[in-house]
């Protein structure tokens, strides 16, 4: 048994418990309350914990041999990982609720029971904080349930503590169904809520198993579970290189080891001897600062530093033997495309593509490339707009504003970016696109890729289900009739524009049957039908 959970019994964790989730995460893809085959949970849980994962690795790459690395360090690590790996409502959650336990225990000498009872509570805390709308009957309830049970056991015995939580979190699992209707309808548990019972369960065995070594973990597998793209950095870059400044000559950059009340005093000298001034942190113990200026005296600027903390990777850029770079957009669109026909459209439109289902870390990826200092980024996916927020708030802390308008289909988002404009405020800019992208009814048809019970009756695998705005509205066995059927009865309620957008599973022949059947039924809706390429849906439909 472990007294302490210390830095070895992290990364174990974080090990067993990716082991786990791969091990049933074709069981918890299968708790999908609907039977749309796409945004499963278990792969998103798998994807998070992965990066996680891979977190680790690259801080254990680039240490020295035989340094050790305090549980806090270690927490913050996989925290950091499973936050720019986060995908889908679940992933985004639960990496929430491991940076609430780090942000607990960052600070704590030693980690027994009533401190990681303390930790649970702070991340059931995060977890809610997270979602604007909290539900219960989900991960949150099973979160929150483990953190009374770790606090009530009033114990400081550390495996007691843990097996408490494991023990709650299972059976607020189980009660998940009565609490959300469409579980019950469903007879299944909360996905969200079961993978974290898999995690509690995998550091419940951690702290009672303490005679196996902890294995040392690696970078993840290019394999169809694990994402081999992940750009995680311990220690990113957190501002881009500005051009230059018409009044000050150089352009001095350096890290900076230093605290947060000597930094303040380092802004105010650096702002008086130049400008374009960037000091950001980047959440480092100990704080770990970049430090951007434009002046004309490089030794004041460097002299600075010095008095402040312990300044390194300085570089000194003179503006008059650079070529004059392209001048960056102030404004930029971010939208997530899965499809090679939406994102061509996209970036037709001036909007940067991303693929579908993108991680926290290629959404920031996405937002800093822009170069713009404003960005508007379209989600299209109701799981992808957790992800977005994120990256939002990560955009924003090196001085990128960052909307995210929620789209919740390609549809929304093409209404949305067709009435862009420059010319307006931001702010303004961002409700027009809000307003238009609202103002547009969507739907979207799919085969079935399970039995379900749904508020249009039961529908079994291969039928047609007709969905809009996130219900089925119908079930069919013919493809092209239920969607003739679907468009009738958006119509019925009105709309001038229809667009059709057409997946990579839709047959020859659709996209003209469907403008056909329009024009002889509906003759004063306009029709756009546009070639989308995206995956599971052969169609889906904006309204406006």
Not at 97 to 108: Q, V
Not at 258 to 269: E, Q
Not at 465 to 473: D, I, K, N, Q
């Amino acid at each position: 048994m472990l007294d302490i959970l210390d830095a070895a019994a992290v990364r174990r964790w974080c090990a067993d418990g990716l082991a786990a989730l791969r091990r049933h995460q074709g069981e918890i893809d299968a708790l999908n309350v609907y039977p749309v085959p796409d945004g499963d949970t278990g792969t998103n849980l798998v994807l998070t914990l992965t990066s996680a994962q891979y977190a680790l690795a690259l801080d254990l790459d680039n240490s020295s041999e035989g340094e050790q690395t305090s549980h806090g360090r270690v927490l913050r690590l996989m925290a950091r990982g499973a936050l720019l790996g986060a995908r889908g409502n679940s992933g985004v959650i639960v990496s929430q609720i491991l940076r609430g336990i780090a942000d607990a225990l960052t600070d704590t000498a030693v980690v027994r029971g009533r401190a990681l009872a303390g930790a649970l509570t702070a991340a059931a805390e995060a977890a809610y904080a997270a979602v604007a709308r909290p539900v219960e009957g989900t991960v949150l309830t099973v979160v929150a349930a483990a953190a009374r049970a770790a606090d009530r056991t009033g114990s400081d015995d550390l495996p007691t503590v843990v097996r408490a939580a494991a023990s709650a979190a299972r059976d607020a699992l189980a009660a998940t169904p009565t609490q959300l209707p469409a579980l019950a309808r469903a007879g299944v548990v909360d996905a969200g809520g079961r993978g974290l019972c898999l995690l509690l369960d995998a550091l419940a065995t951690v702290v009672a198993d303490a005679a196996d070594p902890p294995p040392r973990p690696a970078p993840a597998d290019p394999s169809p579970t694990a994402p081999a793209h992940v750009p995680v950095s311990v220690r990113e870059p957190v501002t881009v290189r500005e051009a230059g400044s018409d009044e000050y000559a150089y352009e001095v950059q350096y890290l900076l080891e230093a605290p947060a009340d000597a930094v303040d005093r380092l802004r105010a000298t650096l702002s008086g001897i130049g400008d374009s001034l960037v000091v950001v942190g980047t959440g480092d113990d100990p704080p770990v600062w970049n430090v951007h200026v434009h002046v004309d005296d490089i030794g004041a600027a460097i002299e600075a530093g010095v008095v402040a903390g312990r300044p390194y990777q300085i570089s000194v850029t003179r503006f008059a033997d650079q070529a004059a770079p392209p001048v960056a957009p102030s404004r930029a669109t971010v939208v997530v495309a899965a499809g090679d026909g939406l994102a061509a459209l996209f970036t037709g439109e001036g909007a940067v593509a991303v693929g579908g289902s993108p991680s926290t870390a290629e959404l920031l990826a996405a937002v800093r490339a822009t170069g713009a200092t404003e960005v508007v980024v379209l989600p299209n996916d109701p799981d992808t707009q957790a992800v977005a927020a994120l990256a939002a708030r990560e955009a924003e802390s090196g001085g990128v504003t960052v909307a995210v308008v929620p789209t919740r289909s390609p549809a929304q988002a093409l209404a949305a970016l067709a009435v862009r404009d420059p010319q307006r405020r931001f702010a303004d800019d961002v409700i027009a696109m809000a307003e238009a992208a609202g103002a547009c009814r969507y739907a979207e048809v799919c085969l079935a890729a399970r039995e379900a019970l749904t508020v249009a009756g039961r529908c079994r695998p291969g039928d047609v289900l007709a969905l809009v705005e996130g219900e089925v509205l119908l079930i069919g066995t013919d493809l092209a009739g239920t969607c003739r059927n679907l468009l009738d009865q958006l119509l019925g309620g009105g709309g001038e524009l229809a667009t059709l957008i057409l997946g990579a599973q839709a047959p020859d022949g659709l996209a003209d049957a469907l403008t056909a059947h329009l024009a002889r039924h509906w003759p004063f809706v306009e029709v756009h039908t546009v070639v989308g390429g995206q995956p599971h849906f052969p169609l889906l439909v904006g309204i406006e």
